[in-house]
């Protein structure tokens, strides 16, 4: 069948297939990103006018672009409603943004680690995806600044709140360095905060793209960490000069998005009701991200090193003794385990093995520290036996 060349690029997600498995009840599953299922509001969907149903614009709802656009200036981020694009979650701006700069070879940065998905889609449009090492507080500024300087990347992807799946925030230095490097080479930002909101210690992670004084910019950000995945609502803020181009994108990937999950996100964005939501969420992630510390400590003490994530949904852990995690998959399957290997964060995933990405968000409470006991159990396993 001849179907185009790029296709030839497309890789199944690891991701899904995982999740795929982790269905079966009986599986403990760290995989995914997943909103724990009781924190998901309860939806009203009373006083929807009918016409909702019909069309609508591309750019989204104006109300909400509205919304989005005081909301971003409150984080210092100048821009107005004209510049804010709705969109289909915000995997759809990776696209977007893909589409709009990557040819065949386009060289683009992107941290290392990175979010799988971003790196599948960059990578299926044929980039040279190029990876600047991520440090405690944000990253290493010197191998930025060598990057920049040696490839002048199309574009830098950065995740800087709550990385996934490192969890990294940056640091507001970091954040400033990061602004005036890319200012200096005149190199385009893509910043993508799902997990902004997640914060536990509510420390202070102003946007990057409110820094920046020359280079062009876009901003994404998602209700499906905070509010329900399923209302696929995510959006765009892009400096004037990119915001034409990626409308003509949008349009020919489909003409709007989703109005009714729109009208919801509408109902809860700026609202008390939301600021409420929020504290809630986060009191009840800390609390499980405590729990999960606790069952770290005791299962992976002596296997793994890792930082207590300040927000977000995620652990990261690197292996003492370093081995291929994704050979871990089917026997920590085989005891009803999931978990994300963290090769597959990495452009060069052969180059760095020896971390997982546990989720802590998800996990039944009472099956947590069975599910890390046998997690630790399979490591232990394949430690012995690459020793041996
Ligand atoms: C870094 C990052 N970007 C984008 C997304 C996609 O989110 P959405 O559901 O809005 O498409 C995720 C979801 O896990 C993510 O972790």
């Not at 799988?116 to 889609?121: D, G, P, R, T, V």
């Not at 989720?359 to 020793?387: C, M, T, W, Y």
Request: glycine letters at 6%.
């Amino acid at each position: 069948m001849a179907f185009s060349e790029r296709v030839t690029r497309l890789k199944s997600s690891l991701i899904r297939e995982i999740l795929a498995a982790a269905q079966r009840p009986q599986v403990m599953s760290f995989a995914g990103g997943l909103p724990a299922e009781a924190m998901l509001p309860a939806l009203s969907w009373e006083g929807m006018p009918l016409n909702i149903g019909q069309y609508g614009m591309s750019e989204g709802e104006p109300h909400l672009r509205e919304l989005l656009a005081a909301e971003a200036r409150t984080l210092g981020v100048p821009c107005q409603a004209s510049q804010v694009m709705v969109v289909s979650g915000s995997q759809q701006t990776l696209d977007l943004a893909a589409k709009l700069y990557i040819d065949k070879g386009t060289k683009v940065l992107l941290e290392g680690p990175t979010y799988l998905a971003a790196l599948q889609i960059f990578q299926l449009f044929g980039a040279d995806c190029l990876t600047v090492q991520l440090e405690a507080d944000g990253p290493n500024l010197g191998a930025l600044r060598a990057n920049l300087e040696r490839h002048r990347p199309a574009f830098i992807y950065l995740i800087p709140t709550f990385q996934n799946p490192s969890a990294v925030r940056y640091s507001e230095a970091k954040r400033a360095a990061v602004a005036a490097l890319l200012d200096e080479f005149g190199v385009t930002l893509i910043e993508d905060e799902p997990y902004r909101e997640l914060t536990f210690d509510g420390a202070s992670a102003q946007p990057i793209a409110g820094r920046l004084k020359k280079a062009s910019w876009i901003y994404t950000g998602t209700v499906s960490k905070t509010l329900l995945p399923g209302l696929r609502v995510g959006y765009l803020i892009a400096s004037p000069d990119l915001f034409p181009h990626l409308l003509k994108l949008k349009q020919s990937a489909d003409l709007h998005t989703n109005r009714v999950g729109q009208w919801q996100a509408m109902q809860w964005i700026g609202t008390q009701k939301y600021q409420q939501h929020l504290a809630q969420l986060r009191s009840f992630y800390r609390e499980r991200r405590d729990a999960f510390q606790a069952a770290l400590e005791r299962h992976f003490g002596d296997l793994a090193d890792w930082q207590v994530p300040q927000g977000g949904l995620f652990f990261w852990l690197t292996l003492k003794h370093k081995l291929d995690t994704r050979t871990l998959l089917a026997q920590a399957l085989d005891q009803d385990v999931a978990f994300m290997p963290g090769e597959p964060f990495f452009s060069e995933p052969d180059q760095h093995h020896g971390s997982l990405r546990l989720n802590f968000s998800h996990i039944d409470p009472a099956r947590l520290d069975e599910g890390l006991k046998r997690l630790a159990a399979v490591v232990r396993q394949a430690q012995h036996a690459q020793a041996a």
